[in-house]
Nanobody, 121 residues
Framework: QLQASGGGLVQAGGSLRLACAASGRTFSSYAVGWFRQAPGKKREFVAVMTRGGRITVYSDSVKGRFTISKDNAKNTVYLQMNSLKPEDTAVYYC????????????????WGQGTLVTVSS
């Protein structure tokens, strides 16, 4: 089970850190990812970390501003979001899968419940 937290209201240019805690699984054995869904839009890929944590990939829209990381001791995955923009407003979801490098939303078998991020202009 995945539990996402850390969302909230922030002004443009600000920062937030999302967390995704896992119960019943060890993140070190999973690839992990973050997705988001803005109002009226489809869910989209944000970032992924391959199993073992060696490789990270970001969407072009967040590259250079967001960072995915993992703390195996705390069994928690983070998404550090800096220089936030109003277009980053969305519900953010964490996901995990045993595949080494899931490449799409459909590849992820486990999902958290989502946490809302609102960026005001």
């Amino acid at each position: 089970q995945l539990q996402a937290s850390g969302g909230g209201l922030v002004q443009a240019g600000g920062s937030l850190r999302l967390a995704c805690a896992a119960s019943g699984r060890t993140f070190s054995s999973y690839a992990v990812g973050w997705f988001r869904q803005a109002p009226g839009k489809k869910r989209e890929f944000v970032a992924v970390m391959t199993r073992g944590g060696r490789i990270t990939v970001y969407s072009d829209s967040v590259k250079g501003r967001f960072t995915i990381s993992k703390d195996n001791a705390k069994n928690t995955v983070y998404l550090q979001m800096n220089s936030l923009k109003p277009e980053d407003t969305a519900v953010y979801y964490c996901a995990a899968d045993l595949q080494y490098a899931p490449s799409s939303e459909a590849d992820f078998g486990s999902w958290g419940q989502g946490t809302l991020v609102t960026v005001s202009s």
